[in-house]
């Protein structure tokens, strides 16, 4: 678990992100902290690891070994798990690992979920240094690295609770670095510390929307609590939704805005837009990689979808993802015909000569063509604009929003959680007159099968289906079918135990305090 200090570090970066300006250093164990600077450079780092893969960039000095580097990125492996397994797209390359992720068959062995797992214990190692390094420090600027590296910590260990049960090892700043197997921790004690890590640190950090661009404050810290206890009912078997909706208040009352223009939320000039509360930084020069932001750019476009699209010279574009039906079919279309412009602007689907509505062959090794092109995300400014690399994009992945706590808020009011029908009606009516572009699309009243369809429109390839689906009832079982699912055209009830993931073989055979998931 201890990781060489002997790392260089990048900054963080995304269009002008407060981050941009610190110098790629070569630091080590005797002099990662020598001066106040080497702390922001350090927790520079922790930051970084969500979007690049290495030391250098795209590829050379790659953090994990082992794996392929340009597909071990933290944030496109935590969307593969939880995107390619639901009913949302596929991705049509036969690349290790992914025909099981589409066919809900995946094993120990999956190359994506060791990748997943390995991410979350490498952040969580980084941090846990810094924050052991910090401890004795004073100063006030060093207090708010220390509760952001905190932050990030517990955003690591909340996805070893979403995806694997929170059965994973855990580890404090209070282990020291040496050779010793960590214990295996649970879910419920797992939520219970990042309930708790959060809690505290909450008013440790920075006002909401007063940090540098790309760094978290308080609104993100209060946002991943929201979704800690909107899924504790699923996560450890606990109601607390009148927990996530107080919560979800407190955010409402930081004085964050609605975006007004909801394709502003995914172009190169995102880190302008309203109503990101945190994002995963991307930048076309200083943080290459084969990462989320490449694939989703890329991946969704060929040379027809880049001519119709108006664009000129890009260097990606290989075709990988398409939509299944099951995620079209959520949007409202005239006569229902999908093959007409949808009045809602968050159906960016292009409809080109060819292509299907529906995947009729399995999606690993099926045709482009088969299944809409989507273009939600753009290596493009608002003016028009390209980013600064044609084949790397610099659009920032927006991982908390606006928009999906106002959906919480309505969703545990829903629930039982409290708070009032008026209030969660305008939240969700808020959106919808965003996509609409005026109130056409309005509704005057909601029940959880909209909330769970609106939030598929809404946060649409944002990392969150998967994890939707299970805290609705629709993922495992045959209550709800999708095309290939468990691996049958027209959908096939898939087990109760793969709501989460196994762990990887290679670290239980390494580890004999652990024990596997139930299931695998």
Sequence with gaps: ?????????????????????????????????????????????????????????????????????????????????????????????????????????????????????????????????????????????????????????????????????????????????????????????LFT????????????????????????????????????????????????????????????????????????????????????IFPITHDGIQTQSFGLMFVLVNGTVNADVNAELGIQGNNGGFAAFSCREEFVNLYEFPDDDPFQDSPDVRASFLFKTGHSVDVPSPPVGSAFTEGFAYTKFRNDMTNGTRGQDNTFPDTDFPLFRLADVYLMYAEAHLRGGGGDLATALDLVNQIRTRAYGDNSGNVTSIDLQFILDERGRELSWEGQRRTDLIRFGQYTGSTYMWDW?????????????RKIFPLPSGDLNANPNLVQNPGY
Aim: glycine share 8%; charged share 20%; proline share 2%.
């Design 1 to 189: 678990m201890h990781l060489s200090m002997a790392i260089f570090l990048l900054g963080v970066v995304g269009c002008t992100d407060d981050l941009d300006n610190i110098a790629t250093n070569n630091v080590n164990s005797s002099n990662a902290f020598d001066n106040p600077d080497s702390y922001l450079q350090f927790l520079a780092k922790i930051y970084a690891g969500l979007s690049v893969t290495g030391q250098q960039g795209p590829a050379g000095q790659g953090d994990l070994i082992g794996f392929d580097e340009g597909a071990s990125q933290y944030a496109r492996n935590y969307f593969n798990l939880n995107e390619f397994t639901a009913d949302a797209l596929k991705w049509r390359f036969n690349d290790s690992g992914f025909r099981a992720l589409h066919e809900n068959t995946w094993t120990a062995d999956n190359d994506v979920i060791s990748v997943m797992y390995n991410r979350i214990i490498f952040q969580v190692t980084q941090a846990n240094e810094f924050i052991r390094q910090t401890a004795d420090q004073s100063d006030a600027e060093i207090a708010f690295y220390r509760s952001e590296a905190r932050f990030l910590r517990a955003l690591s260990y909340y996805h070893g609770l979403e995806l694997f049960g929170g059965n994973i090892p855990f580890v404090t700043e209070d282990d020291l670095p040496g050779a010793f197997l960590p214990e295996q921790t649970n879910g419920s004690d």
């Design 193 to 276: 510390y990042i309930e708790s890590e959060l809690l505290e640190i909450a008013d440790l950090m920075v006002a909401p929307r007063q940090n540098g661009y790309g760094r978290a404050d308080r609104g993100a810290a209060l946002t991943l609590l929201a979704k800690l206890y909107l899924n504790a009912e699923a996560f450890i078997g606990e109601n607390r939704y009148a927990d996530c909706l107080s919560v979800c208040q407190d955010i409402l009352a930081a004085g964050y805005q609605l975006e007004p223009e909801y394709a502003n939320l995914f172009q190169v000039d995102n880190n302008t837009a309203q109503g990101v």
């Design 485 to 497: 699912k468990g691996g049958s055209a027209q959908g096939t009830s898939i087990e109760e135990f």
